[in-house]
């Protein structure tokens, strides 16, 4: 009888899904028999009254990066909420401050979705650097009218320079992606020199000044925190090279996007390729749309059917785990 009451207990808890998940995220919520769930039935985001409404009396709630939790939610979710799930790796929208006073578990999505962003990094890269969506719109154009020397050349990997701002996971992924182009040498930035890291890559520790002036290719794979936030401003594209490509897959905001603009338009560097921006999406009236050296994808690093899957069926043991008073599969402590 006791234990029968403990699961009809537990079965009356609530969870609030913020968005249409994969099914293999649903799936595993439903299947665990341990709560109640209710899903924002959209692949758009919610409302933030929505929102506030529909987290009241929530003991578990799993969201995705676009959605702020911050005290007005966690207030407004009151003090049933034991555990949230993001279904990311990064956490600059949840006010971890404030969930860890309350006493509320967060699990994120580590490592699942590192290939994937690695690969679409490198994409990016070689898209841009090669001048792909140029000259596929010349063909399409009528610009191509024969074969030209130094018609759209760009620029290329072998015997390289290039320079990671980040060696965590997906920073080492990607440069293990790069190394067999014929990259001639990495160097990295960061909070503090990882040796154990940087060692498959002959990768040498340097300040961000000169990582910035040496570097061919500049590829941005680090965390937002207080210290890479507005990191890549216009003193930093000052000190590249005007022939170096500079590629972002971390956060919009490390970059100032206006002093970004001046230096793709005034030539100060080569080109851009930027998977994250500041909004997003992007105004389609944007400076930074205008220019034929900056390519531009709507936050896609780890958009792959199989990494969306796992990403989500993660967040849902995560949130699962939380609700029992377990150990989470990928708990996040600051």
């Known amino acids: 009888m006791r234990a029968a009451a403990a699961a009809a207990a537990m079965a009356a808890m ?39 409404k529909r987290v009241t009396g929530a003991h578990g709630l799993l969201c995705l990066l676009s959605e702020k939790i911050d005290r007005r939610v966690l207030d407004a979710a009151g003090s049933n909420l034991k555990v ?13 401050d404030e969930i860890k006073k309350r006493g509320i578990r967060v699990g994120y999505t580590p490592d699942v979705l590192t290939d994937a962003t690695a690969e679409l990094t490198v994409a990016l ?21 024969s074969w030209k020397p130094l018609w759209m050349c760009g620029y290329g990997l072998t015997g390289s320079t290039v320079g990671v701002i980040g060696l965590g996971r997906i920073g080492q992924a990607v440069a293990r992606r ?48 207080p210290e ?10 000052r ?35 930027l998977d994250v921006t500041t909004p997003e999406p992007l105004p389609t009236d944007h400076p ?13 690093g780890s958009a792959t059917y199989s990494t969306r899957s796992t990403m989500a069926a993660l967040a849902a043991h995560n949130l699962l785990a ?13």
């Open 239 to 273: 000190q590249m090279k005007k022939t170096s490509v500079f590629v972002n897959v971390s956060r919009g905001v490390v970059v100032d996007q206006d002093d970004l603009y001046q230096a793709l338009a005034t030539g100060q560097i080569a080109a851009a390729g």
């Open 322 to 334: 939380g609700l029992k008073g377990e150990p989470l599969p990928s708990e996040f402590k600051p």
């Open 84 to 96: 949230i799930s993001t279904l990311s790796v990064g956490v600059d929208h949840l006010e971890l």
């Open 14 to 52: 609530k969870v609030f899904v913020t968005r249409r998940l994969p099914a293999e995220g649903r799936a595993a919520l439903i299947e665990a028999g341990i709560c109640s769930v209710e899903e924002w039935d959209s692949d758009e985001p919610i409302p933030e009254g929505e929102l506030l």
């Open 125 to 145: 890269l070689l898209t841009t650097c090669r001048r792909l969506p140029e000259s596929i719109q010349e063909v399409k154009n009528g610009g191509w009218t």
């Open 178 to 225: 790069l190394k067999p182009f014929g990259v001639k040498k990495f160097l990295y930035t960061g909070r503090q020199a990882r040796p154990e890291n940087a060692a498959e890559f002959q990768a040498e520790f340097v300040p961000v000044n000169r990582l910035a002036a040496e570097s061919d290719f500049v590829v941005v794979t680090c965390s937002l925190t």
């Open 228 to 237: 890479t936030e507005g990191l890549c401003d216009k003193d930093f594209f």
């Open 288 to 300: 930074l749309l205008t220019l034929k050296n900056c390519v531009i994808l709507p936050h896609i």
